[in-house]
């Protein structure tokens, strides 16, 4: 799982957590306060009818009649009342009625029978002098059938001669406590989703960093050449920094290591010939075999001498995790100056060349170093071909890219050796000699073309037999 599903699920859980019990409190407070809201003008209306009813009590009897036509009336108008989502289309506001002893006289509801005495809460409370409210279900079997009650006392000449309940169904008040409810669970869900986006975009800002470090390990871990990039913050930044540290110190001794193991591999043949020569030297022999065995040293002396040359350009080349210098380069010019460099060496094998180079093909790059791999490329190629045969060079642009193709007309490439052609000290022996070079012009042709952003390919031609490599850079715009 990666850091950014790490993050998102951990914040995910806990705000759910959260959220939910957020809810849940959220939701008991809100219809509390809403219950709270209604009874309060309840308690208002008790009290206002309560005085109603008593300013038309004579000797201490009640006449509740005008309540009761009032209530009647009121509960046959059609309504129109838009209170905001809520359209409300009729009274449904009840009251009942019953003397200082209890006894029901009037009920708009129906539910109390007239004439019988009345236990409740509300009706017991009030006639003692305190607040009497209570909250009962019209049907045991609806949990929305609650109705609120509030009570107030009916007061004449200082003497309570009765009470008057008003009661309200929590049925339209759940309305409000519904769309409430409602309105919340959106708000937190969107909420959430948006909390939810703004640490996924937080957390991708926070490890897009490790996301490039982890690429960067992986390319190093592979062999690739791949430059430190460049880290925000001090955190990172040390961490990019020790990260290049450690793959500077680890490449360093496998660089050593490898390079001890092939070095003393190559150098034993050059060395062992050198020796054997000089140990007959040292004796009696004649002339002709004299000039032989001193031919035999200066070659394999020169043979060394060419092999430290390349391990040294080679060593420089691979330290090097970026181009130094950045210049205009013609590829034309290029072509030229590595194929003077070894004119001489062509003409000797009877090799000829032919150029087909488009004009202004130019790149962004270090000359030298490509004139270098240019001319490794050719020193192979003039080492493979036959004699009296031609190297085709080729240069173009194709797309974006500059293409350097270099043809030969020898024996190609073996199918054991395709996958190693580009390794350090790997080497296929000469057609004409049977000799194998240092094995480090390839691989440096593969560094050039790595170091400039590009890459380099060699294979066999279709045509016939022969060889062709490929130098491929981006073309200069």
């Given at each position: ?10 914040f ?6 959260g ?8 939701v ?17 209306v008790?009290n ?34 838009r209170?905001?989502?809520?359209n409300k ?12 002893q ?5 009920d708009?509801?129906g ?12 009706v ?32 004449k ?26 309105w919340?669970?959106?708000s937190?869900?969107?909420t959430?989703v ?7 975009l ?5 490890t ?57 591999h ?11 020569a ?17 031919q ?6 020169g ?26 380069v ?12 070894h004119?001489?060496v ?9 150029c087909e180079?488009?004009e202004?093909?130019?790149i962004?790059?270090d ?32 797309d ?30 000469r ?8 094995g ?8 050039v ?16 037999p ?12």
């Amino acid at each position: 799982m990666s850091l950014t599903a790490r993050f998102l699920l951990g914040f995910a859980l806990v705000a759910s957590v959260g959220l939910a019990v957020l809810f849940s409190q959220l939701v008991r407070r809100v219809e509390r306060q809403y219950f709270e809201a209604v009874e309060e003008p309840m308690v208002d209306v008790a009290n206002i009818l309560a005085e109603v009813i008593g300013a038309d009590a004579k000797d201490g009897v009640l006449n509740p009649q005008k309540v009761e036509q009032a209530i009647r009336a009121a509960q046959q108008r059609q309504l129109n009342a838009r209170i905001y989502n809520l359209n409300k289309r009729r009274v449904d506001m009840q009251v009942y009625v019953t003397d200082a002893q209890g006894r029901v006289l009037f009920d708009s509801s129906g539910i109390e029978k007239i004439g019988t005495i009345s236990n409740h809460r509300d009706v017991n409370l009030t006639l003692v002098g305190e607040y009497g409210a209570r909250s009962s279900r019209t049907s045991e079997y609806d949990p929305l059938s609650v109705v609120m009650y509030v009570g107030a006392p009916i007061v004449k000449d200082g003497r309570t001669i009765g009470m008057i309940s008003v009661a309200k169904p929590q049925r339209g008040v759940l309305a409000f406590v519904w769309e409430t409810e409602r309105w919340l669970k959106l708000s937190i869900i969107t909420t959430v989703v948006l909390m939810l986006l703004g640490i996924y975009l937080a957390a991708r800002w926070a490890t897009r960093p490790l996301d490039v470090l982890a690429q960067h390990a992986l390319a190093v871990s592979r062999g690739e050449r791949s430059t430190a990039p460049h880290m925000p913050g001090h955190q990172m930044k040390t961490l990019a920094s020790a990260l290049e540290s450690m793959r500077d110190s680890l490449e360093g001794r496998e660089y050593v290591e490898h390079y001890v193991q092939s070095l003393t591999h190559e150098l034993k043949s050059p060395v062992a010939a050198i020796l054997g020569a000089s140990e007959i030297l040292q004796g009696d022999v004649p002339e002709p075999k004299r000039a032989r065995f001193l031919q035999n040293i200066r070659v394999e002396a020169g043979r060394l001498r060419d092999l430290l040359e390349r391990l040294l350009h080679l060593a420089a080349l691979e330290k090097q995790k970026k181009l130094e210098k950045r210049e205009p380069v013609d590829l034309g010019a290029v072509i030229n100056r590595a194929w003077d460099h070894h004119a001489l060496v062509a003409a000797a094998r009877e090799v000829s060349l032919k150029c087909e180079v488009a004009e202004d093909l130019v790149i962004e790059g270090d000359s030298w170093l490509i004139e270098l791999a240019v001319g490794n490329l050719i020193q192979n190629a003039i080492d493979f071909a036959p004699k009296s045969s031609v190297i085709v060079v080729r240069a173009y642009r194709f797309d974006s890219k500059a293409v350097i193709e270099i043809e030969d007309r020898g024996p190609g490439i073996p199918d054991y050796a395709r996958a190693r052609v580009f390794e350090r000290f790997y080497s296929l022996p000469r057609p004409d000699t049977g000799k194998k070079s240092t094995g480090l012009g390839l691989c440096f042709v593969k560094e050039v073309a790595e170091l400039h952003g590009g890459s380099v390919e060699l294979t066999n031609l279709e045509s016939g037999p022969g060889a062709r490599a490929m130098l491929i850079f981006a073309a200069r715009t």
